[in-house]
């Protein structure tokens, strides 16, 4: 007899681009059991997993975030009082978010899955401004949100906060289990509901689709994400100066565009080291991943992330990680053995380590080759569907 799994918020988007993190994982829970039914509600569709046991339909893709959400709990709330559920699932999970369908009732006779759920991270200034923007369906002006953000903050933490924390609470305590990506943040979710209801189920990582790199043959360094000042890429080029002095023939490449670019790029020129680094924006798939499989070393001086799965990909590319210790982290790079873990916001910390993999092309060929060997064996796509697969059979 087959088991009917709602899920509904899925995500913003199902592809293969770029993470793939919903298509992968729903490919691979549908695949693990052919007697789950599996519908999934997501705003955006690309490319569905081609598996027969799964279904997956858009909501209103040119919607904002805010109405993609209301609408899929419309749906979901339709279809569970059809009496066509067997397990509700609510995928697309943050931090203090919250489901009205949980906390009014209505799926208290329906097994109800929260998750993955990752930690909270910073939230920058330019997602506040596009918050505003929607919930006052007013496109102000930056200069016009820049004087408004502190009153918003303000009210955020003193009552938007509370309300949601509240919310947050109500939803967690209606789960029959919260799945989580790491240790720490089933810690952090372990203060509102008892240990016992929290399954750590990290996000994978498709390891075939990544070259093999050989970082010992080459003195690039490479940095990949968002120029945003969350991301850290200030602290990676204050590094750099005193990098470049002692190996003026490495190049740091940097991947990834962001309202810094400018700043960073005036403050590269200052520090007179414009000869040593590249900054690449946007680039193709294709382009990046040979640029992980060519680099001696991948550097994230991250200040705050949920699931940095782009650690994940340079690990699968065999190309160490010095990486910034927000949340997680020493769960998916093993300090010192797939890469160096350094304190967040510390540039001297973040300049010798990778003064300490352009010193030692060995060791950087020793560490890539570890994390490549501990994604494919830690983070394997198919081992992660048959694990939530056990969740919904557990909670049956």
């Given amino acids: 007899m087959s088991t009917r799994v709602l899920i ?7 592809d293969r681009s770029k993470y793939g993190k919903e298509y992968y ?5 549908a695949e693990s059991d052919p007697d789950l039914q599996i519908e999934a509600y997501f705003k955006k569709i690309s490319e569905i997993p081609p598996v027969a046991n799964l279904a997956a339909h858009s909501i209103k893709e040119d919607t904002s975030r805010n109405r993609y959400y209301f609408d899929c709990f419309k749906k979901a709330r339709e279809i569970i009082n059809s009496g066509d559920v067997d397990i509700y699932h609510h995928l ?35 997602s506040k401004r596009t918050f505003i923007k929607e919930m006052t369906g007013v496109n102000w002006s930056d200069e016009t949100l820049d004087r408004v953000l502190p009153v918003a903050d303000w009210m955020r ?15 967690l305590e209606q789960a029959d289990r919260i799945v989580v ?56 080029i204050e590094a750099w100066a005193s990098v470049a002095t002692e190996y003026p023939e490495s190049t740091l490449n940097i991947i990834g565009k962001g309202p810094q670019r400018e700043t960073l790029e005036r403050r590269v020129e200052d520090l007179e080291i414009q000869d040593t680094v590249v900054f690449h924006g946007y680039v193709e798939r294709d382009v ?62 973040l300049t010798e380590a990778i003064s300490t993999l352009l010193d030692s092309p060995e060791k950087a060929k020793e560490m890539g080759e570890n994390a490549r060997t501990h994604a494919k064996q830690n983070f394997d ?12 059979r557990d909670i049956l």
């Fill in 8 to 14: 509904s918020p899925a995500g913003p988007s199902l």
């Fill in 25 to 29: 994982l729903l490919e691979n829970i």
């Fill in 92 to 126: 697309n999970f943050h931090y203090r978010f919250f489901n009205p369908l949980a906390i009014s009732g209505l799926v208290d006779d329906v097994p109800y899955v929260v998750g993955p759920a990752e930690p909270p991270h910073t939230i920058p200034d330019h």
């Fill in 157 to 171: 933490f003193k009552i938007y906060n509370r309300i949601r924390e509240f919310l947050f609470r109500l939803t």
């Fill in 181 to 236: 990506v790491n240790k720490e943040t089933a810690s952090m979710y372990a203060e509102y509901v008892p240990r016992s209801k929290i399954e750590v189920i990290p996000y994978g990582v498709v390891v075939d689709r990544f070259k093999t790199g050989s970082p010992d043959e080459s003195t690039e360094i490479l940095s990949i994400g968002s120029l945003y000042t969350r991301k850290g890429c200030d602290l990676l």
């Fill in 288 to 349: 990046l991943l040979d640029m992980l499989a060519s680099s001696r070393a991948f550097v994230h001086p991250s200040r705050s992330e949920g699931f940095p799965h782009v650690r994940l990909e340079a690990m699968a590319s065999g190309c160490p990680v010095i990486a910034s210790n927000v949340t997680g982290t020493n769960e998916m790079i093993r300090d010192g053995k797939d890469g160096l873990v350094i304190p967040t916001d510390d540039v001297d910390r």
């Fill in 381 to 392: 796509w198919e081992e992660i569907g048959k694990r939530f697969a056990e969740v919904y």
